[in-house]
């Protein structure tokens, strides 16, 4: 980065000279580390509306007009051409693999697929009735007690088997966690099996009987996996970094992003905006739900709409889409009702003032639950899927900033509004 210009700022009748340094693409930032130092003064900014808290060349979102880069190429360009293997070996490598590379990593993923045997124990101890996500955090937390080999941070070579087992053993964690729900015995990875169809055998296939793969509905799966991959410092990403930034072992911070990816305002929100379109059921009651999402006084919000970032659309939605009425197709299922709902919803909030002037828009969650639906997951796993393919991007994210020297603990400050100082009182006088 390259100083472009200084920004001053005047305050307590002092001024100071911010350095800006610039993008490659989007805002430039002003430069405020050494602020406190100098004017004994915090900047104030609760949500990081404004706040860049990192420099990455990763991902790319430009929310103004839609665009999604992954280490520079447009999600559309990888969600139709490539694969989730290929992009996650961009993602962590930042380049795109020549096809030696590609068959070397997709083989070192391959080897990892499987779990040691007695993390299978730690399931027995949930309720069959536990929320997957649950087990998640449970599951991928407990990892660091088995590989001890892959949890010093300072070894390069350390973090790299970490982030391959990461990225090879979330999909047989989370099938284990929805065989665990349905009763059925956990299956394993098949080794000839892609990704993603290695994903929907231990899903959905049964020792009893051979699975038989659909093309259509794997080619999906992967794409479901392409889009949710990464998505800048995002809320869960967010958490990863700062989990990181303490030394933490990387199986405890994905452990921590997968809690944080829970919350119905993110990654639980696909699970919520099915939920959503399930309550509302048929398109006449849509205006009902319609105003309750602009009532101040009632909390209901439409699931599956609005993006801190993406003020215009969510290039993820669109190709969400794409792929629901490709699986419904595929799958026979021709109306939908949820699906006519959704459309319907999205008609109509897209054409009303509030949404509008607030710049809501379909984000990508709001159809993907249709589609992971169709697949024949139940709503529970909907963020369970989110957080396999998310991972690639939380430990991209992780061992970029590990690779970097100015890493430092993050610790933010804050406004402090409480009493100030006094003495204490006894008790009798109270
Ligand atoms: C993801 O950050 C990422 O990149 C996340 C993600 C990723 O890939 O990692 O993209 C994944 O989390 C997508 C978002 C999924 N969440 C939802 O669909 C939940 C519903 N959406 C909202 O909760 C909300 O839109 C957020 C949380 C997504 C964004 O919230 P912001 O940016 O903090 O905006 P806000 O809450 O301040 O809302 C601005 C205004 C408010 O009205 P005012 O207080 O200004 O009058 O818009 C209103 C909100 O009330 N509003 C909504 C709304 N979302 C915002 N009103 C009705 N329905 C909604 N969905």
């Given at each position: 980065m390259t100083k472009k210009e200084t920004a001053t700022?005047?305050?307590?009748?002092?001024?100071?000279?911010?350095?800006?340094?610039?993008?490659?693409?989007?805002?430039?930032?002003?430069?405020?580390?050494?602020?406190?130092?100098?004017?004994?003064?915090?900047?104030?900014?609760?949500?990081?509306?404004?706040?860049?808290?990192?420099?990455?060349?990763?991902?790319?979102?430009?929310?103004?007009?839609?665009?999604?880069?992954?280490?520079?190429?447009?999600?559309?360009?990888?969600?139709?051409?490539?694969?989730?293997?290929?992009?996650?070996?961009?993602?962590?490598?930042?380049?795109?693999?020549?096809?030696?590379?590609?068959?070397?990593?997709?083989?070192?993923?391959?080897?990892?697929?499987?779990?040691?045997?007695?993390?299978?124990?730690?399931?027995?101890?949930?309720?069959?009735?536990?929320?997957?996500?649950?087990?998640?955090?449970?599951?991928?937390?407990?990892?660091?007690?088995?590989?001890?080999?892959?949890?010093?941070?300072?070894?390069?070579?350390?973090?790299?088997?970490?982030?391959?087992?990461?990225?090879?053993?979330?999909?047989?964690?989370?099938?284990?966690?929805?065989?665990?729900?349905?009763?059925?015995?956990?299956?394993?990875?098949?080794?000839?099996?892609?990704?993603?169809?290695?994903?929907?055998?231990?899903?959905?296939?049964?020792?009893?009987?051979?699975?038989?793969?659909?093309?259509?509905?794997?080619?999906?799966?992967?794409?479901?996996?392409?889009?949710?991959?990464?998505?800048?410092?995002?809320?869960?990403?967010?958490?990863?970094?700062?989990?990181?930034?303490?030394?933490?072992?990387?199986?405890?911070?994905?452990?921590?992003?997968?809690?944080?990816?829970?919350?119905?305002a993110h990654g639980g929100a696909n699970e919520a905006a099915l939920a959503m379109l399930e309550e509302i059921g048929t398109p006449d009651r849509i205006p009902e739900y319609i105003e309750r999402a602009k009532d101040k006084n009632d909390p209901f919000r439409l699931m599956g709409f609005g993006h801190r970032v993406y003020k215009n659309f969510d290039p993820r939605a669109t190709l969400m889409q794409k792929t629901a009425h490709e699986v419904l197709g595929e799958l026979g299922i021709k109306d939908d009702p949820l699906m006519e709902t959704a459309r319907e919803l999205e008609q109509v909030a897209l054409n009303d003032p509030y949404f509008i002037e607030k710049k809501l828009y379909p984000n990508i969650d709001f159809y993907s639950g249709i589609t992971l639906r169709a697949l024949g997951f139940p709503t529970s796993m909907f963020t369970v899927l989110f957080a396999v393919a998310r991972t690639v991007g939380w430990v991209a994210q992780w061992e970029e900033m590990m690779e970097d020297p100015k890493q430092k603990i993050g610790r933010p400050r804050q406004l402090y509004t409480g009493p100030v100082t006094r003495d204490y009182v006894s008790a009798s006088n109270r």
């Open positions: 700022l005047t305050y307590n009748g002092n001024t100071y000279d911010l350095n800006v340094l610039n993008a490659t693409m989007g805002p430039d930032v002003l430069d405020i580390r050494k602020l406190y130092a100098d004017a004994n003064v915090f900047t104030y900014d609760p949500g990081f509306t404004a706040t860049a808290s990192t420099t990455s060349k990763i991902t790319y979102i430009d929310g103004g007009n839609g665009v999604l880069l992954y280490r520079g190429y447009p999600i559309e360009q990888l969600a139709e051409k490539g694969d989730f293997l290929e992009t996650s070996y961009l993602l962590i490598n930042g380049e795109l693999p020549t096809h030696q590379q590609r068959k070397e990593f997709e083989k070192t993923i391959t080897n990892h697929t499987m779990l040691h045997e007695q993390i299978f124990s730690f399931y027995k101890g949930f309720r069959r009735d536990a929320h997957p996500m649950a087990i998640m955090c449970g599951v991928v937390g407990a990892l660091s007690a088995f590989y001890h080999d892959s949890i010093d941070i300072n070894d390069e070579k350390q973090r790299k088997l970490a982030t391959i087992r990461l990225i090879a053993k979330m999909p047989s964690i989370a099938a284990a966690a929805y065989k665990y729900s349905v009763g059925q015995p956990f299956m394993y990875p098949q080794n000839e099996l892609s990704f993603a169809g290695n994903f929907l055998r231990m899903c959905f296939g049964v020792p009893t009987e051979e699975y038989k793969s659909n093309p259509i509905l794997t080619r999906a799966m992967d794409r479901i996996f392409i889009l949710h991959a990464d998505h800048e410092q995002n809320a869960s990403t967010s958490t990863v970094r700062l989990a990181g930034s303490s030394g933490a072992n990387p199986f405890a911070c994905i452990a921590a992003g997968i809690a944080s990816l829970w919350g119905p």
